[in-house]
């Protein structure tokens, strides 16, 4: 284990919706960060930025970064998402760019020190038109976070993780970063989280904790499930990251609603919880 490796801090993520405050409720998860996610474009105002840096400081939440989404359809499976996710598709790619270089400046006013998204089903094959073209897409809006003094992150899972990793060599850009969500690889079908960490476990800066099964059909995606219950295998994940220096946040995320999600992020908060503590001695 790295000895100069600092705590792995626990958080939730925290969606930003008009007249509401999330942070009171991730607040009494007894968490003091979060990484706060907006789809909302009519949100990246700052007047509403200067909002949400009241509430974050009022319950004692650290922002953690800042996830940016995007407008148009989006379906979230191998099948249909290639044509529809992120900076990929290219009916939809202009429009994605300007959004989060909006999202970018709210950022800022923010005080995150990055932005991540979906970049969508980035092509695995370099020599593929489409690859030359999304990373065209992605240079422009990490050049624009560089030049706001911001990093940028990509949300791994839909692309393979050596095609990640070629992109970002590619795109030779020195604030370049992954948000690793331990679920999306197996929800994907791309591989899984343990083994993607020897693929570009250095550039992991920040990380979504969820679980989750394999899809068992060529064209829906896999089932999300709580922390624990799945493929995600914590066991080797946690001392793996202490062995990389990992130094960022650990951000719990549950995609469903209601009082279950409440009672499933507790658990995932108490278990991931335990493994920093084991393994950090």
């Not at 922390?227 to 001392?239: L, Q, R, S, Y």
Request: proline share 6%.
């Amino acid at each position: 284990m790295s000895p100069n490796s600092k705590n792995m801090e626990i958080g939730v993520i925290a969606m930003l919706r008009k007249n509401d405050n999330p942070f009171e409720i991730i607040a009494r998860y007894g968490v003091k960060t979060a990484q706060v996610q907006n789809w909302d474009m009519t949100n990246l105002t700052e007047s509403f930025a200067e909002k949400v840096k009241c509430d974050m400081k009022n319950d004692g939440i650290r922002l953690a970064a800042f996830w940016a989404g995007y407008t148009g359809r989006i379906v979230w499976n191998s099948a249909a998402g290639p044509a529809t996710c992120g900076l990929v598709p290219p009916d939809l790619r202009s429009r994605r760019v300007d959004e989060l270089k909006k999202a970018a400046d709210f950022a800022k006013i923010l005080g995150a020190p990055a932005i991540i998204t979906h970049c969508g089903f980035i092509p695995e094959n370099p020599y593929d038109p489409l690859y030359a073209e999304t990373l065209n897409a992605i240079y422009e809006v990490a050049r624009h976070c560089l030049d706001l003094g911001l990093d940028f992150w990509f949300e791994a899972g839909q692309e393979t993780p050596l095609t990640l990793l070629r992109a970002i060599e590619d795109l030779r850009l020195p604030n370049l970063g992954i948000n690793l969500d331990t679920a999306n690889l197996i929800l994907y079908g791309r591989g899984n989280p343990v083994d993607a960490l020897e693929v570009f476990g250095r550039y992991v800066r920040n990380l979504h904790i969820k679980d989750g099964l394999f899809p068992v059909n060529g064209y829906c995606l896999g089932k999300e499930v709580p922390v624990g219950t799945g493929k995600a295998d914590f066991e080797k994940i946690v001392p793996k990251l202490y062995d990389l220096g990992f130094t960022g946040e650990l951000i719990i995320e549950r995609e469903i609603s209601g009082p279950q999600q409440a009672k499933d992020i507790m658990k995932a908060v108490r278990y991931i919880r335990t493994l920093v503590k084991k393994y950090k001695e």
